[in-house]
């Protein structure tokens, strides 16, 4: 597995707590870009003022930390472009029920 | 139970300190009600005992429910921090003291309830004070902000009122205006206060939990416009005799009301999140029940009877601004103790999900019960029938104890 695949793997350890889906298939992650022990995360949130804002930026921060070789995490929260449904994957869209 | 803070983290003893406050004040306020059941029983509801429970369920659960729930999510649909949180904790203090006070008076000696309902009105106006002070740091206002502002203007004058009716008791005066006073406070707290507060936040709130995306929030204003001029028509209906600005008035609080109803509707009909959780379901419950009974508020002004229309403002307390209080706790609590004990926790270790933290089947089985109390009340009102009233309130105050507990359960989770 390499350090993508691994980084992706973590991301997907960090849960919405409010939908019970990880951030990878929420779609919440625009840009993951790693660099020499470094990683750059450009996320969102499902709607501006999320009041789990802390928790899942926190939680992506702290769940990149843990992979061997990184020692800086870097996370920045944009609202443009905000993010829409269509950036769900059919798991996230299976969890919600929205096939049902 | 907390800890001390740490950082910027948020100090969530505040909220948590009016939402303890307002549940077990709930419980105690159904459980006196109880005991007034046998004086009632003669068909006398006007007594001390009766006065001081309605205050308990009003000012001790859904007004500190209410300003709790604030503390929490002005932040949050604001993003703006609140503006002093020591301020919070003496506000805190000094409401839930005049509370107290307040209810313990209209039980034992109802014309010495003016003092205690200064000091509410004084834990009134520095919540007003503190809320004011946040919501104009928040840079950019919406229509939401409008709501909630507007909201925190009628509680001041609901306390303003209720002071006011206070002072006729205490110095035997205001025999002419007493009923004109006491129809603002009511319009006031009602109408002005709570049900432009829960609207305001359920354009929030809504959206968050279902998901919902790409709506316009446009009918907003019109629901704003409809309900505010409704509720004028109807303080100034207070002055004027006969009752056709009354029912002018009623007649724009339900078409306000109603299309509130359909704006939250076509909102869920662009969510994405399709199983709604039981709580926010039995939230939007209440909008379905506030609805019917803005629709027969106006037929009982039309048709002139006041006994209907007391019942009617009786249930809309309950079925409105009661159900709605409780569904939103259901959410609001988990979510403030699971962000104290596993938000740091996150991406570090399996943290549980916020359905997690409660029982779901024992809430499914409350809003079910709940339900079927608000339908014996009704029964029971309607048809002056002193048994059906008793096995309402009895299951009433069996289901405000289970829900305190359910509330509180969650602190140990």
Not at chain 1, 25 to 36: P, T, V
Not at chain 2, 367 to 379: S, T
Request: aromatic share 12%; glycine share 8%.
């Amino acid at each position: 597995m390499d350090i993508l695949e691994l980084a992706i793997h973590q991301l997907k350890t960090v849960i919405d707590p409010e939908l019970g889906i990880n951030v990878v298939d929420l779609g919440l992650i625009y840009r993951l870009q790693i660099q020499d022990g470094q990683i750059d995360v450009l996320m969102t949130l499902t709607t501006p003022g999320c009041p789990l804002h802390d928790s899942i930026a926190g939680g992506v921060k702290r769940a990149l930390e843990q992979i061997d070789g990184i020692h800086d995490v870097r996370v920045q929260l944009t609202w443009n472009p905000p993010w829409t449904p269509e950036r769900m994957s059919e798991e996230a869209l299976r969890q919600l029920g929205y096939f049902a | 139970m907390f800890p001390a803070r740490t950082g910027t983290e948020t100090d969530i003893r505040l909220p948590f300190s009016f939402i303890i406050f307002a549940v077990l004040a709930f419980a105690a306020s159904q459980l006196v009600l109880l005991a007034a059941v046998p004086a009632m029983s003669g068909g006398a509801f006007r007594l001390p005992l009766v006065w001081a429970a309605a205050h308990l369920a009003l000012l001790g659960f859904a007004l500190m429910a209410a300003m709790g729930a604030m503390y929490q999510l002005v932040p949050v649909a604001f993003l703006t921090p609140i503006w002093s949180e020591r301020l919070g904790f003496w506000q805190f203090a000094i409401t839930a003291l005049g509370i107290v006070t307040v209810a313990a008076s209209l039980a034992l000696a109802p014309n010495e309830t003016f003092l205690p309902s200064l000091l509410l009105l004084f834990g009134i106006v520095l919540f007003v004070w503190q809320m004011a002070m946040t919501l104009k740091q928040q840079k950019n206002k919406t229509i939401m902000t409008l709501f909630v502002a507007t909201s925190l203007l009628f509680l001041l004058l609901t306390g303003a009122a209720g002071a006011l009716l206070a002072f006729h008791f205490f110095a035997a005066t205001g025999a002419n205006s007493h009923e004109t006073v006491f129809g603002l406070h009511v319009l006031f707290g009602l109408c002005g206060w709570f049900t432009l507060l829960i609207m305001g936040f359920s354009y929030k709130m809504a959206p968050m939990f279902s998901l919902a995306h790409g709506f316009s929030m446009r009918p907003a204003r019109y629901v704003y416009a409809l309900y505010t001029s409704g509720i004028a028509v109807g303080l100034i209906s207070l002055f004027l005799p006969g009752q056709t600005w009354l029912a002018v008035g009623s007649s724009l609080l339900a078409a306000g009301f109603a299309l509130f109803a359909w704006h939250i509707y076509a909102i869920l009909q662009k969510r994405m999140k399709k199983a709604l959780d039981r709580p926010f379901r039995f939230s939007l419950s209440a909008i379905v029940i506030g609805l019917g009974l803005h629709v027969a508020a106006f037929a009982a002004i039309v048709i002139g009877s006041g006994r209907l229309l007391g019942i009617i403002v009786y249930l809309f307390i309950v079925g409105w601004i009661v159900f709605s209080i409780i569904g939103y706790l259901f959410k609001i609590v988990p979510f403030l103790w699971w962000t104290h004990r596993y938000s740091e926790k996150v991406g570090q270790e399996n943290v549980p999900t916020l359905k997690q933290m409660m029982n779901e089947r024992l809430i499914t089985v409350q809003c079910l019960l709940f339900a079927v109390a608000l339908v014996l009340a009704a029964a029971a009102l309607l048809f002056t029938n002193t048994t059906l009233f008793a096995a309402f309130q009895t299951l009433f105050a069996g289901l405000s104890i289970l829900f305190a507990g359910t509330i509180l359960a969650v602190l140990r989770k």
